[in-house]
């Protein structure tokens, strides 16, 4: 019985982006097509898009629309693509006009937390503050909602508050950005595979399924991309 390939992913995203779902999606759908033939060890990895909005968020059309220089029309045919994509992966993708934006910094220290507990917890988690804010609209800042959804995942409630209020991990959650953007992160999805190979954006299940394979013939070694 061959023995799987095994790779190291590095998934730099942030909660507020939906092609960070999308791309999340399509890795695991690809993941699950090479089982048996490449086994993966997912890191998550945190990015803010809007490290600068206030905990109680902003309007999202106001926001997106002043960000990127488009109009009302532009941004409907922007979700409309992003809700068919994410459909497609069994994801529900209900952003629209009252949708609210909001800081993410404290999901990314649960997120870091998590992952100290259990990796296949912390990856529950990210779907979960992803399931969250785009299909239901919830307010991913709000200390009460994270620690319910901690808890719905399967982690200690207790620990995941006593995480968020004292403000533990915000320097290495610091760090780790810092370490990313300075290797030329500047965009989300970015799945950086062994410390080495960049598979960029919310692409297609395939897409990473041809790239992991030929990255898994090429490169039999992990090593970290926190070097």
Not at 7 to 31: E, T
Request: aromatic content about 6%.
């Amino acid at each position: 019985m061959t023995t799987p390939a095994r790779l190291r992913i590095d998934f730099v995203s942030d909660i507020a982006c939906p092609w960070c779902a999308i791309g999340l999606a399509s890795l695991q759908q690809a993941l699950a097509q090479l089982d048996g033939n490449i086994a993966a060890d997912i890191h998550l990895q945190p990015f803010e898009l809007n490290p600068d909005l206030p905990l109680e968020g902003e309007d999202a059309n106001a926001h997106l629309m002043d960000k990127y220089g488009m109009g009302e029309e532009q941004l409907e045919t922007n979700r409309a693509a992003i809700r068919e994509r994410a459909a497609a992966l069994g994801f529900d993708f209900n952003m629209r006009k009252g949708s609210r934006i909001y800081n993410t910094f404290d999901a990314h220290r649960l997120l870091h937390w998590a992952e100290l507990q259990n990796r296949d917890l912390a990856l529950a988690l990210k779907r979960a503050l992803l399931r969250a804010y785009f299909s239901v609209g919830e307010n991913v800042a709000d200390r009460n909602v994270l620690v319910r959804i901690a808890r719905d995942t399967g982690l200690d409630a207790d620990a995941a508050r006593h995480v968020l209020e004292s403000g533990a991990y915000a320097d290495e959650v610091r760090a780790q950005e810092r370490h990313f953007q300075q290797a030329g992160i500047h965009s989300v999805p970015a799945a950086i595979v062994n410390g080495q190979y960049l598979i960029s954006g919310g692409q297609p299940p395939e897409v990473f399924e041809n790239a992991l394979r030929e990255i898994a013939a090429a490169a039999p070694t992990p090593r970290s991309a926190m070097h």
